[in-house]
């Protein structure tokens, strides 16, 4: 909000600007060294005022009420109709306004009554030498035009910036729907499991399952709070991520090879927060078969420029798992990359006969 007054405040004053240098050249002479006043001054400072007029009144009023709602058509005539009366207005007035006194450009000027002794000398000029007010007519006319294109293209690409503006912040809304959707896909199903393993596990090892609930209670606070700020720092989002994988392993065989690398010493930075859960669920969701050899091998590496986080388990015929059942689908989170690094990461898929992997390229903010 204040950015846009502050926006609105640098218009107003780049339009009084401009205006006052409209209304300033016809004062200086043709070589700009001497200020002059006489009636041309005076017409040109009509002229000006007029186009100024025809520029708000198209911007304001015409574009808005008529182009902006499909009424092209009747733009086009109200447009066409507005100049032409001004042009008659000016064809009819101007010669009133002039009062006869225009002078061609070069000529001495008229001497006046109570301005100096009469010139005997003085001929009128030539009816040839006079301004052609055909000319002047259609220079009028199509400097009108102008100003109406000008003001036309001025206000169509305002719109547009306030449009691609508003479709941004819609994006951004989305985003962050987007990211409560995933969370609350994590926690229903993730939870209620992992409550059931816990109780279980309360009757067979007391110290492992106390460890579970605080786990547990650590991934809820990440999701609840951590989360919500839109930023999160490596160091809390790996250890969610390590929450998640140690609960995970309460429900899966230990026949089941998991390879797991992830940084120990981290450095401060920031990024998205839940931005590989979805990947890690995908793979303990569809990486693990009772009935068959199954591994899940998760890595992630950060260096200065860039993070990495590569996630590969054991495919068993099940093509496009996270796009059919994960807690957010492909499309989706490609989407979300998309708006979060605008096409500065990488993501590669790769559903083969054995293995589904996961490639993730991001750079570091």
Known sequence: MIQEKQNNLIRVFAFIAICIILFTIPL????????????????????????????????????????????????????????????????????LIDGGNARPQGLPPRPQPGFGPPDHNFRPPPKD????????????????????GLSTALRVTQKWLADEKS??????????????????????????????????LI????????????????????????????????????????NFIDLMKLRIDEKVGLSIELPD????????????????????????????????KISLTQSDEFIEFLC?????????????????GLSNVKKRLELLYENKHDLTITDSKDTYSIYLKIPVS
């Open 203 to 242: 009757d067979i090892d007391k110290k492992d399952s106390q460890k579970a609930i605080i786990e547990l209670s650590g991934m809820m606070r990440y999701l609840l709070y951590e989360s919500e700020k839109g930023e999160s720092s490596l160091k809390k989002e790996i250890a969610f991520i390590q």
């Open 265 to 296: 010493e981290l450095p401060d930075v920031s990024i998205p927060p839940l931005l590989f859960i979805s990947f890690i669920e995908n793979a303990f969701k569809h990486g693990v078969s009772y009935s068959h050899p199954s591994f899940i």
């Open 312 to 328: 590969i388990n054991s495919n068993h015929n099940q093509k496009g798992q996270i796009e059919e059942d994960s807690g957010i």
């Open 28 to 95: 200086m002479d043709a070589e700009g060294k001497r200020m002059m006043w006489d009636h041309r001054t005076f017409n040109a400072w009509i002229r000006t005022a007029i186009f100024i007029m025809l520029f708000l009144v198209n911007s304001y009023v015409f574009v808005p009420k008529l182009l902006f709602k499909k009424e092209r058509v009747l733009y086009i005539i109200v447009v066409i109709v507005s100049v032409s009366l001004l042009a008659l207005a000016w064809e009819l007035f101007m010669p």
């Open 129 to 148: 030498h006079l301004p052609n007010r055909s000319i002047m007519l259609i220079n009028n006319v199509l400097i009108s035009f102008l100003v109406v």
């Open 167 to 200: 479709l941004r912040e819609m994006e951004k809304e989305n985003l962050r729907s987007e990211l409560a959707f995933l969370k609350n896909q994590i926690s229903p199903h993730f939870f209620l499991n992992t409550l059931n393993n816990i109780h279980a």
